[in-house]
């Protein structure tokens, strides 16, 4: 499990979606004006400010909201939701899906709020769905993903995890730095080549538990 957006891009022409970056006209330009948003064709990290976990608990609520009971469960997750650490300028949430619930109704209610269906990544970020407030432009993600399933546990143990301890956080930090240098804009390679500190730190979460 790795929090990416390689994915979103390869199938951002394979699906259809909803209408294209209808993100202002829904009023939701608070995203960009906290630095938050990101082109396709870039890889860019920054700090997480209290600004953008702020907004992203905002997305989350409404997210929640428009989803109601056709979920169990909407957290905000990734490094955009850890204060300080060095991620990229997107918000992302985790949307969990219980087995009395049907995919279709929450690809609906997403849909018709400008999120923009872009496939089932699998075991690689379940169903995506992509908000751009421009063409192209994305500055948030949700993964809809088996409540009960193994990404839904993995995603909050790894926030979870950084939260508390600033040694994981300088450990992963140092990984994405690097993938960074190294691979530039190949965001396929970059969110690829942080599979081991993930899969490291969230052995390290079980251990001290």
């Not at 979103?8 to 699906?15: I, L, M, P, S, W």
């Amino acid at each position: 499990m790795v929090i990416g957006d390689a994915q979103v891009e390869q199938r951002a022409v394979d699906v259809e979606g909803g209408d294209p970056a209808i993100g202002q006209d829904c009023g939701m330009e608070w995203l960009t004006d906290v630095g938050l948003g990101l082109e396709y064709d870039t890889l860019r990290l920054d700090r997480t400010s209290q600004a953008w976990i702020d907004a992203g608990t905002r997305l989350r609520d409404d997210v929640a909201g428009r989803l109601g009971g056709s979920v169990v469960g909407v957290e905000q997750i990734g490094s955009s939701s850890v204060l300080a650490l060095l991620a990229k300028p997107v918000i992302d949430i985790a949307v969990g899906l219980g087995d009395e619930h049907e995919f279709s109704a929450v690809r609906d209610r997403l849909e018709a709020t400008g999120w923009i269906y872009r496939g089932d990544a699998g075991a690689n970020g379940g169903h995506v769905f992509v908000f751009e407030t421009k063409p192209r432009y994305r500055v948030a993600h949700v993964h809809v993903v088996d409540h009960d399933g193994e990404q839904w546990r993995d995603y909050l143990r790894l926030r979870d995890f950084l939260r508390r301890s600033s040694a994981a956080r300088a450990r992963y930090e140092a990984v994405k730095q690097q993938l960074a240098s190294e691979f530039g804009d190949d965001r396929t390679a970059y969110t690829d080549g942080k599979t081991d500190i993930v899969h490291m730190l969230l052995d390290e979460a079980d251990r001290a538990t």
